[in-house]
């Protein structure tokens, strides 16, 4: 796992200054074989590493304290990708689990992903009740907090299905949301569509601090990742680095995006 720092697209993951940082071996799924953890948290306790690794990536992000102990850097990231079944979900969700445990920051996880979202999966709630919701007016910010087994963190989840999400974008109340949830939390991470096949992380990511792109080693070829940079360019994101991800097919099998087979149809309700 390596984050890189804004480049030029030629020259996407190849960067001297950047060595790769490699992710942990391989989680183990439990004491008995073929056992699957019930959500990500149980993936993340069970091999230390992970926050090891995810420390540095906070760390490249900026993310510290002054001397009076308050948090720094950027408030709000958007994690997305190129395109589908890159782990970007899975990295949001460390991400936002390493600053609730690691750093000791009030983190707040928002599943922006409305179209295909698997962060309540991932955590093992209900989608209803989430950012579709609030969005809409029909729940409040509060009641569309879930609780996590980590103190320090809260779940957003998608929330209840929409024809199109940005219409739920069009206007102050995203930003709106985020002002608001800037004022209980110190750092807000939003897991967000891929850029190519929708638009809603340039909608999103107008009004956060910052986005992160994911890209899959040995599946992301280097002109969709380069287009996907230049659309976060011109859309006047501030695109924070590249999260070059599973180098040695690391991340475990079972929370990978393939798993949730990612087609970007209207969902079922």
Request: proline content about 5%; hydrophobic content about 35%.
């Amino acid at each position: 796992m390596t984050i890189q720092k804004e480049m030029e697209p030629a020259s996407v993951n190849k960067s001297r200054e950047n060595k790769p940082v490699r992710t942990a071996k391989p989680v183990s799924p439990g004491k008995k074989k073929g056992h699957r953890p019930e959500t990500i948290i149980d993936v993340y306790r069970q091999d230390g590493g992970l926050g090891t690794e995810f420390r540095r990536v906070c760390d490249r992000i900026g993310w510290t304290t002054d001397t009076s102990g308050k948090p720094t850097g950027p408030k709000h990231v958007l994690v997305t990708s190129a395109v589908t079944a890159e782990g970007k979900s899975t990295v949001a969700s460390i991400i936002a689990l390493t600053a609730a445990i690691y750093l000791d920051q009030r983190t707040l996880l928002i599943d922006g992903d409305m179209r295909k979202p698997s962060l309540h999966r991932l955590f093992g709630h209900a989608l209803p009740g989430g950012l579709a919701d609030c969005l809409s007016g029909q729940s409040t910010f509060d009641a569309c907090l879930r609780t996590t087994d980590v103190e320090k963190l809260k779940l957003m989840t998608a929330g209840t299905s929409v024809f199109d999400p940005t219409e739920l974008l069009s206007d102050n109340r995203w930003s709106d949301l985020l002002a608001e949830a800037a004022f209980y939390f110190d750092r807000i991470v939003i897991d967000c569509a891929p850029v190519i096949p929708v638009d809603d992380a340039i909608a999103l990511g107008r009004v956060v601090d910052g986005v992160l792109m994911v890209v899959r080693a040995g599946k992301t070829q280097r002109e969709v990742a380069a287009r996907a940079a230049d659309i976060i360019r011109e859309g006047r994101l501030n695109l924070l680095g590249i999260v070059v991800n599973n180098l040695d097919q690391a991340l475990p099998y079972y929370y990978n995006q393939s798993y949730y087979g990612y087609r970007y149809t209207r969902r079922s309700r």
